[in-house]
């Protein structure tokens, strides 16, 4: 079954800091630009980071620079975002997804064609 596996998620304090990882599962991956997502119980899903795994350029969605940090290993073809000084509202679902279009570098969900199941971030004291 072809998919992306995420992991990483859990519960931490505010401020604290949490890396999520994407793997592919049951395919060799052709696609260039893996997206992070999420989406926060009553609201939309949310393009928060992307990556061109063969560069390694990144964008971030405003809410997020300079927290959230995007890199990948393409020995494993495993994407990373590192997620730190984290907010009560950076609670949510993250989910990552891949995509060949290069319009996908915009974040937008439209242009992915491979999601993983998603992993849960909460924040809390």
């Known amino acids: 079954q072809v998919q992306l596996v995420e992991s990483g998620g859990g519960v931490v304090q505010p401020g604290g800091s949490l890396k999520l990882s994407c793997t592919p599962s049951?395919?060799?991956?052709?696609?260039?630009?893996i997206g992070w997502f999420r989406q926060a119980p009553g609201k939309g899903r949310e393009g928060v980071s992307s990556i061109r795994r063969s560069d390694g350029s990144t964008r971030y969605g405003d809410s997020v620079k300079g927290r959230f940090t995007a890199s990948r290993d393409n020995s494993n073809s495993t994407v990373y975002l590192q997620i730190d000084n984290l907010k009560p509202e950076d609670t949510a679902v993250y989910y990552c997804?891949?995509?060949?279009?290069?319009?996908?570098?915009?974040?937008?969900?439209?242009?992915?064609?491979?999601w993983g199941q998603g992993t849960q971030v909460t924040v809390s004291s």
């Open positions: 049951g395919f060799t991956p052709d696609y260039d630009i």
């Open positions: 997804a891949a995509s060949r279009s290069p319009l996908a570098i915009l974040r937008l969900p439209q242009y992915y064609s491979y």
